[in-house]
Each structure stands twice: as C-alpha cells, then as structure tokens.
T-cell receptor, first 109, second 111 residues
Framework: GIQVEQSPPDLILQEGANSTLRCNFSDSVNNLQWFHQNPWGQLINLFY???GTKQNGRLSATTVATERYSLLYISSSQTTDSGVYFC???????????FGPGTRLSVLP | NAGVTQTPKFQVLKTGQSMTLQCAQD?????MYWYRQDPGMGLRLIYYSASEGTTDKGEVPNGYNVSRLNKREFSLRLESAAPSQTSVYFC??????????FGPGTRLTVL
C-alpha cells in the first residue's frame, strides 16, 4: 500500500515566523488532505488538495502530484497554530486513507 | 447541523468485556470511516463504509466489527476488549472521497 512520510517531525517557532511542512507519498494519489489536530485532540480539515495550490488566510498548500509531494505553508504563525499537522493520502485503488506520522508544531509567544 | 458525533466520549473496560462505539453524521455523506490513534502516532484506518450496506477492512481490522446501520450511522464493536485496544477512536465521514470531517473522538482504556 501507499506510504506517507512527513518532515520535520517536530518544529518550534517564535510567534510571527513562517514555516514549511512537507509530505511525501510513495505512489500516485487521487486525494491528498492536510489536517490540524489541536492540543485538545480535535481534527480539523485544512485542505483537500490532490494537485495544485490553495490558500486559506495565513495557510497555503501545494501538491505536485507528478513528484509525489505536498507542502503546507504557515505564515506569521500564532500560538493557536500549535498542534500536530497530518497529511493523508488516498491511493488510486480504493478508499483506504493513509495518514503520515505528523509534524508537531509548537509556536512560542 | 452537528456534523459528526460520537458516543461515548470516554470509556474504561476490563479485558474481555465488549462494547459498541456509536457514530452518526448529519451531512448526508456516503462514506464513513473508523480510525484509531495511539499516543504520539498518526491515525490508522480500522474499517470504512463506502456506502450504505457496504463495509471494508482497513489497515488494522483485527479485533473489531462494524455495522453501517443506515446512511447516517456507523458503529464499531469490540467483542472481547484487549489492553492493546487502548486508544483514541475517531469516526469520520465524507461525501465521496473528498474532504473528511472528523468526530470529537472516544478515549478508550482497557485494563
């Protein structure tokens, strides 16, 4: 099955800094999503982005499907951005979503 | 519009006991999913249901059964709980294979 890797595993930033999180996947996908899990455990969908670029406020994401990676950009980070960021991929053969191990982000005031 | 709801929020079981986790969505979604999340790890798919009346195994189905009762509800059953099933369980739904919406989770401890 498809393998999903994320980097870096941990990231510590000062408030106001920018960051880039990376997601690599081992096979072609028809569905790639980014999620934020807040410190209380709630999972929030950030982007559905099988290809191309999307922006939502301070967050944007780019997926280059032909090169099998996706990037999540966070600009002007805030303490409320802290938590774990997951990417998840759905392979072309079924409905088995595979999650990466996550990037744990800590934004310090 | 409540989105995806899960009950219970917390549960403690003894080894060998059984229980059913309930999940319901009010977004008229076709597909529903059950995941488990172990400490410090990502989510792993247990079972999914692409449409009412169908269910399929995910990555870690052993020890679990599911029922897609109707379009709204998808339950997960542990017939004989084991300590290895201590985890946080999330239910999710999606219209087809696009954006997934998650419930708040059920924290299960098996002693």
């Amino acid at each position: 099955g498809i393998q999903v890797e994320q980097s870096p595993p941990d990231l510590i930033l000062q408030e106001g800094a920018n960051s880039t999180l990376r997601c690599n996947f081992s096979d072609s996908v028809n569905n790639l999503q980014w999620f934020h899990q807040n410190p209380w455990g709630q999972l929030i969908n950030l982007f559905y982005i099988p290809s191309g670029t999307k922006q939502n406020g301070r967050l944007s994401a780019t997926t280059v499907a032909t090169e099998r990676y996706s990037l999540l950009y966070i600009s002007s980070s805030q303490t409320t951005d802290s938590g774990v960021y997951f990417c998840a991929a759905l392979d072309n053969y079924g409905q088995n979503f595979v999650f990466g191990p996550g990037t744990r982000l800590s934004v310090l005031p | 519009n409540a989105g995806v709801t899960q009950t219970p929020k917390f549960q403690v079981l003894k080894t060998g006991q059984s229980m059913t986790l309930q999940c319901a969505q009010d977004m008229n979604h076709n597909s529903m999913y059950w995941y488990r999340q172990d400490p410090g790890m990502g989510l792993r798919l247990i079972y999914y249901s692409a449409s009412e009346g169908t269910t399929d195994k995910g990555e870690v189905p052993n020890g679990y059964n599911v029922s897609r009762l109707n379009k709204r509800e998808f339950s997960l059953r542990l017939e004989s709980a084991a300590p290895s099933q201590t985890s946080v369980y999330f239910c999710a739904s999606t219209a087809y294979t696009d954006t997934q919406y998650f419930g708040p989770g059920t924290r299960l401890t098996v002693l």
